[in-house]
């Protein structure tokens, strides 16, 4: 059973940056194209980033410019650096594969950007 763990969020002021993490339990980021998700309360799940096994990317307009995913195959660890931010990227941040099934979803983290 795969196990995400995101990491990383918190409570930022506008224009700040985060940096958040994903971690998978298996060495599974080398062959899978991965992606960074948010939801915000209300809202339905949506894809920000993506990046897949030969490390090209791919950006929601909404952060195209101002966040950076990335990957390390070696330490099956995701990252995605958030700058610029803005009080409608407050949202769950989780990460997961883009296409074909699901792997279980983690608990996500928070990202809060707040005055």
């Known amino acids: 059973q795969v196990q995400l763990v995101e990491s990383g969020g918190g409570l930022v002021q506008p224009g700040g940056s985060l940096r958040l993490s994903c971690v998978a339990s298996?060495?599974?980021?080398?062959?899978?194209?991965m992606g960074w998700y948010r939801q915000a309360p209300g809202k339905e799940r949506e894809l920000v980033a993506s990046?897949?096994?030969?490390?090209?990317?791919n950006y929601a307009d909404s952060v195209k410019g101002r966040f950076t995913i990335s990957r390390d195959n070696a330490k099956n660890t995701m990252y995605l650096q958030m700058n610029s931010l803005k009080p409608e990227d407050t949202a769950v941040y989780s990460c997961?594969?883009?296409?074909?099934?699901?792997?279980?979803w983690g608990q996500g983290t928070q990202v809060t950007v707040s005055a």
């Open positions: 990046i897949n096994s030969g490390g090209s990317t």
């Open positions: 997961n594969k883009i296409r074909g099934s699901f792997f279980p």
């Open positions: 298996i060495s599974m980021f080398s062959f899978n194209a």
